[in-house]
């Protein structure tokens, strides 16, 4: 008993100690060269090199969700790096990834809700300063001219304030203005091994929200954007490896609504059901698997975004284990020459 009493008290002593040195500017000089030369050198590290597909969650999260970003999903190989949508709170994680954001070739957006066009601005802006030799094109179906142009008009104090501040060599002003490419069905881009194809989803009502579908060297991988499932969804998916799909939970959406209705919350419970008839259910989803041969089927932009365990296994009720929920900064490699896909998890 008196040893115990002497370790409590020497742990206490030792604490205090420590606690009085950090208030010692000597001593907090010291820590803060320490840390910021570790980060220093952790921002120079660049991705791991890989000849593989490699696709990352930057954004998780529908507005129904709170903890995650909103959707976004960057697919890279080792020649290409373009980003899907990109909804706040993704730009952070862009960076907590560490992707090349220097080497950013393009932003594709599905569609042009708020949840997955909020940041358009801060990847230009990141990418920009991370030395991003061209200026960024934003791909998307018709539309897009109108978001682009209206970002770059928003933010054209932005742009003359950094050039100013920092400098022509350093934030060149022609590349911090984007562009735009409208697209339609089909073949949108090839370069090199790469392919990448648009389809039409189910979105109403918003008219057209598309998906794209990335092939390369023998692996691929669909992004839905939001929408239901239907034909071209069944099309798309034909021999793809991996499919990251908007997903929502019809038990857990239904008892939301009713609870704010029965608390008297009648214009959140109208919103909250309106979402159940534009996105893709998770029965919707898994029967989708049945009709296809689609190797793994990925939930994200989650509706809403489970917060414990138990809505987990009910988002998921019914699914083949090839089916998973994603969080933020998940990432997915598909080696070349395999059928394998490697889950990496934060």
């Known amino acids: 008993m008196k040893k115990a009493v002497i370790l409590l008290l020497s742990l206490v002593i030792i ?14 000089d010291t820590l803060l060269e320490r840390g910021t030369a570790l980060l220093a050198k952790r921002g120079t590290a660049p991705l791991s090199e890989s000849e593989n597909l490699r696709v990352y969650v930057c954004g998780s999260a529908s507005p129904l969700g709170m903890g995650q970003a909103q959707a976004c999903i960057a697919v890279i190989t080792p020649e290409h790096f373009y980003l899907i949508d990109s909804g706040a709170g993704s730009t952070d994680n862009i960076s907590r990834l560490g992707l090349p ?7 594709l957006l599905t569609h042009f809700h708020s949840d997955h066009i909020a940041e358009i601005y801060e990847v230009n802006l990141n990418s920009w300063v991370q030395g991003r030799p061209q200026p960024l094109t934003i791909y998307g179906p018709q539309g897009v001219d109108e978001v682009v142009n209206g ?13 100013g501040h920092h400098g022509a060599d350093l934030l ?13 069905p089909g073949v949108i881009l090839e370069d090199g091994d790469l392919t990448i194809t648009a389809y039409v ?6 008219e057209p929200a598309v998906g794209y579908r990335f092939d390369y060297r023998g692996r691929s991988v669909v992004i839905s954007g939001d929408s239901n499932v239907n034909g071209n969804t069944l099309k798309i998916v034909d021999g793809a490896d991996l499919l990251l799909h908007d997903a929502l939970s019809l038990p857990t959406v239904s008892a939301l609504s009713k609870a704010m209705g029965a608390a008297g919350q009648s214009r959140q419970s109208k919103i909250v059901a309106d979402v159940m008839d534009y996105h893709a259910s998770a029965e919707s989803l898994i029967e989708l698997g049945e009709k296809s041969d689609v190797d793994m089927v990925a939930f994200y932009h989650l509706v809403p975004v489970p917060p414990t365990s138990l809505l987990k296994d009910v988002f998921l009720r019914g699914a083949p284990d090839n089916f998973l929920l994603t969080e933020d900064l998940m990432w997915f490699e598909l080696p070349i020459g395999s059928n394998d896909i490697v889950v990496n998890r934060p």
């Open 151 to 163: 970002v770059n008009a928003s933010y054209r104090q932005d742009r003359i304030y950094r050039t």
């Open 15 to 28: 604490i205090g100690v420590g606690r009085a040195l950090l208030k010692l500017p000597a001593v907090q």
């Open 172 to 184: 060149p002003p022609a590349v911090g203005v984007l562009e735009h490419k409208t697209i339609s």
């Open 101 to 107: 954001t220097s080497q950013l070739d393009g932003l």
């Open 201 to 206: 989803g189910e979105h109403p009502p918003i």
